[in-house]
T-cell receptor, first 112, second 115 residues
């Protein structure tokens, strides 16, 4: 069945460092891909999305490109801030239904 | 900005008891969802709901679970006879049928603890 695999955390970086959180997926057809973020004590917030191959989603300085050839959707940010500390979830929506299938989440810790 | 709300934030119940988790979706949204996350595990889809009926459900959503839209604003998840393994964070979400339905907006979650 469809699945999402993302790098294990926690990922600890210093402020202004470059961030990459890897996400790969297995799916039939043409899924949509998402990154959600969960700040401490809060719910799941949509960070960015891409609905077809080669689309780039971007928001708040974060970017991810839908790579069908490598079945990947890696999250990147050029210069992280302490306020980016959160858990980041990669997810996909199969093209046949509306269920979101989730990765395990990656906790990001940014130190000043 | 409109948001999905959930109550209570934390519910403690004894095994075998019934619980109802409540959600208020974004007002103009028409699709509603429940997900759960057992501590340390992935977020899992439970059920989706549209036009007053279940659209899809997962294998987790067995006969002990039910959902209801009792009025124009609330969306509830009922667990009839809770088990220890039902302890999890339960997230409600909604989406707007006039936009891409995959853009689901989530509430803050209800932490259910079954003792």
């Amino acid at each position: 069945g469809d699945s999402v695999t993302q790098m294990e955390g926690p990922v600890t970086l210093s402020e202004e460092a470059f961030l990459t959180i890897n996400c790969t997926y297995t799916a039939t057809g043409y899924p949509s891909l998402f990154w959600y973020v969960q700040y401490p004590g809060e719910g799941l917030q949509l960070l960015l999305k891409a609905t077809k191959a080669d689309d780039k989603g971007s928001n708040k300085g974060f970017e991810a490109t839908y790579r069908k050839e490598t079945t990947s959707f890696h999250l990147e940010k050029g210069s992280v801030q302490v306020s980016d500390s959160a858990v980041y979830f990669c997810a996909l929506a199969p093209d046949s239904n509306y269920q979101l299938i989730w990765g395990a989440g990656t906790k990001l810790i940014i130190k000043p | 900005e409109p948001e999905v709300t959930q109550t209570p934030s934390h519910q403690v119940t004894q095994m075998g008891q019934e619980v109802i988790l409540r959600c208020v979706p974004i007002s103009n949204h028409l699709y509603f969802y429940w997900y759960r996350q057992i501590l340390g595990q992935k977020v899992e889809f439970l059920v989706s709901f549209y036009n007053n009926e279940i659209s899809e459900k997962s294998e987790i959503f067995d006969d002990q679970f039910s959902v209801e839209r009792p009025d124009g604003s609330n969306f509830t998840l009922k667990i009839r006879s809770t088990k220890l393994e039902d302890s999890a964070m339960y997230f409600c979400a909604s989406s707007d049928v006039s936009r891409e339905m995959y853009e689901q907006y989530f509430g803050p979650g209800t932490r259910l603890t079954v003792t």
